[in-house]
Nanobody, 125 residues
């Protein structure tokens, strides 16, 4: 079992930056691929970014490519999401996810076994 706890959300103006963190506890963190998803009110949960177990391969949704960066520090059991040039449409609850085949990225929620509780990101115009 893996427990995931997100932090770093908040209120920021358009064009600003935030860094989300997801701390993992439980089983070996570097045995899992990790991902970030988000869900805005009235919308389905959508993929944001993913990273394989060693950080070598990453994958991004088109809507965030070039603005967001996913990374991980296996020594700290933590995955990060650096968000730059934020837009009002980035407003959502952001969720960290882990699990599944560690050597390939995944972009659908069903491919992850573990989820955090979410952290709110609000971007004002």
């Amino acid at each position: 079992q893996v427990q995931l706890v997100e932090s770093g959300g908040g209120l920021v103006q358009a064009g600003g930056s935030l860094r989300l963190s997801c701390a993992a506890s439980g089983r070996t963190f570097d045995g899992y691929r990790m991902g970030w998803f988000r869900q805005a009110p009235g919308k389905e949960r959508e993929f944001v970014a993913a990273i394989i177990w060693d950080g070598v391969a990453t994958y991004y949704a088109d809507s965030v490519k070039g603005r967001f960066t996913i990374s991980r520090d296996n020594a700290k059991n933590t995955v990060y999401l650096q968000m730059n040039s934020l837009k009002p449409e980035d407003t959502a609850v952001y969720y960290c996810a882990g699990g599944g085949a560690p050597w390939v990225v995944a972009a659908t929620p069903g491919q992850y076994n573990y989820w955090g509780q979410g952290t709110q990101v609000t971007v004002s115009s």
